[in-house]
């Protein structure tokens, strides 16, 4: 495995380990401050308002999942602060600066990959990618980079005939080669296979490490479980929960118990018989679910009015709420457009 240093700090590209130690600024970055600070974010398309007043703030080297459902402002937000989009109301700071006004001085700064464009479809990959690496002061190399990323082999293939997962890695490759201080992540691994996809995650973690911030948007909840320091969730352009991953599954029933008996319990007689707190409902004849803190006592308790009433309990299960969990309660389940 090529290791990449992704600091500011020239090293060793080759077979050396990905940076742990905080990075080193640019030289004449500031260093105090939050990464990101969006306040009372409004963007209208007419009369649709696709963000409606979103509010949020990334520290310097953490990572935070922006997710919703589709439709919901995520991109519009993240476009909006690395400048495509102005703002029709609110502030948008990055690194602390304007991501308009003050443009030409943020973009060698960040890097941004986004789900669609940016890449000319008759360019090969590794004349893409260097290309993109020759507007940076201080660019990681670029075949280190390539061959990290599993695209070594494909460097003289046209964009156009990559296969959608070797265009997702260019991408990436394409928001990393600048070493930037602050990452825009969306949907990083849609249509990448298992190795991929880890690889990937790797790469954000080794980011983080080495001090870069990032932004990032997923609607895969393992992946934001895994990767984020803080959540944010927004819908209908709004943000309707935030915190870290163990506030927001806290913040809901922290667990469930799930068992098999026969159907037709007298589930308000069993609530009834456990600690306060827990709702006790059976989804599908003869499966049932006890929603509330697990203790030892409610485990007990479930068992013992089954004892009572000569119910054979099985498969008894203690599942802790997850974050994707906790994601459906909040916008609902049904399909969206």
């Known amino acids: 495995m090529v290791g990449l240093r992704l600091s500011h700090a020239r090293a060793p590209e080759v077979d050396a380990p990905v940076a742990t130690a905080p990075a080193s600024p640019a030289p004449d970055a500031p260093v105090a401050g939050p990464a990101l600070v969006v306040d009372g974010l409004v963007k209208r398309y007419g009369d649709r308002v696709a963000v ?15 997710l919703g459902p589709n ?3 995520k991109t519009t937000t993240i476009e909006t602060c690395i400048g495509f989009r102005r703002p029709d109301r609110g502030t948008v700071r990055v690194l602390g600066l304007d991501p308009r006004a003050d443009n030409a001085e943020l973009r060698p700064r960040i890097g941004v990959m986004l789900q669609q464009g940016g890449v000319y479809q008759s360019a ?23 061959e990290r990323l599993g695209l070594a082999s494909v460097q003289r293939t046209p964009y156009r005939r990559l296969s959608g997962g070797q265009q ?5 490759a394409m928001a990393l080669v600048g070493r930037p201080e602050m990452v825009f992540l969306d949907e990083p691994t849609t249509g990448l296979d298992p190795q991929a996809r880890h690889e990937t995650w790797r790469i954000v973690e080794a980011l983080r490490r080495d001090g870069v911030s990032i932004v990032l948007t997923t609607h895969d909840m393992e992946e934001a479980e895994r990767l984020a320091d803080d959540v944010v969730i927004v819908d209908h352009g709004e943000v309707i929960a935030a915190g870290t991953c163990d506030e927001l599954i806290r913040g809901q029933s922290e667990h469930e118990v799930r068992f098999q008996a026969v159907p037709g319990l007298d589930v308000a007689a069993l609530t009834g018989a456990l600690p306060e707190d827990c709702d006790v409902r059976e989804p599908a004849p ?18 013992t009015w089954c004892a009572a009433h000569g119910v054979l309990l099985g498969g008894l299960q203690v599942k802790q709420r997850t974050l994707e969990d906790v994601f459906l309660e909040l916008t609902g389940r049904e399909l969206r457009a």
């Open 52 to 66: 409606g007043g979103v509010s949020l703030r990334v520290e310097r080297a953490r990572v935070l999942a922006l």
């Open 71 to 73: 439709g919901a402002g």
């Open 124 to 146: 090969r990959c590794g004349e893409m990618l260097r290309l993109v690496a020759s507007y940076a002061a201080d660019p990681l190399d670029p075949d280190a980079l390539l």
């Open 168 to 172: 997702q890695r260019l991408s990436l």
């Open 286 to 303: 003869g499966t049932y679910l006890v929603v509330g803190p697990v203790t030892p006592q409610l485990v007990a308790g479930i068992a």
